[in-house]
Nanobody
């Protein structure tokens, strides 16, 4: 089992910045992918950014150039630096951990943290 605890959400004005953190604990494998998803009211949950254990990253087109995902493997923590925030970034942001061992995929979610961007 893996536990994920997010922090860093809040209310910010458009153009501002926030940094989300997700601390992982438990049975963490060396082969994993950490990601941030978000879900706005009335919308489906969508991938925002992901980073593999090797450091490869990918981003949703809507956040490219504004958001940066990073990880500190020693602390088992993943970060999402969000700059130039827009009202449409308002959502609940969820941390996700996906890992693989012996052909089995393990998928874990955090409880979510609210990000609200005012215009």
């Amino acid at each position: 089992q893996v536990q994920l605890v997010e922090s860093g959400g809040g209310l910010v004005q458009a153009g501002g910045s926030l940094r989300l953190s997700c601390a992982a604990s438990g049975s963490i494998f060396s082969n994993n992918r950490m990601a941030w998803y978000r879900q706005a009211p009335g919308k489906q949950r969508e991938l925002v950014a992901a980073i593999t254990s090797g450091g490869s990253t990918n981003y949703a087109d809507s956040v490219k150039g504004r958001f940066t995902i990073s990880r500190d493997n020693a602390k088992n923590t993943v970060y999402l630096q969000m700059n130039s925030l827009k009202p449409e970034d308002t959502a609940v942001y969820y941390c996700n951990a996906k890992q693989w061992r012996y052909g089995t995929t393990y998928d874990y979610w955090g409880q979510g943290t609210q990000v609200t961007v005012s215009s």
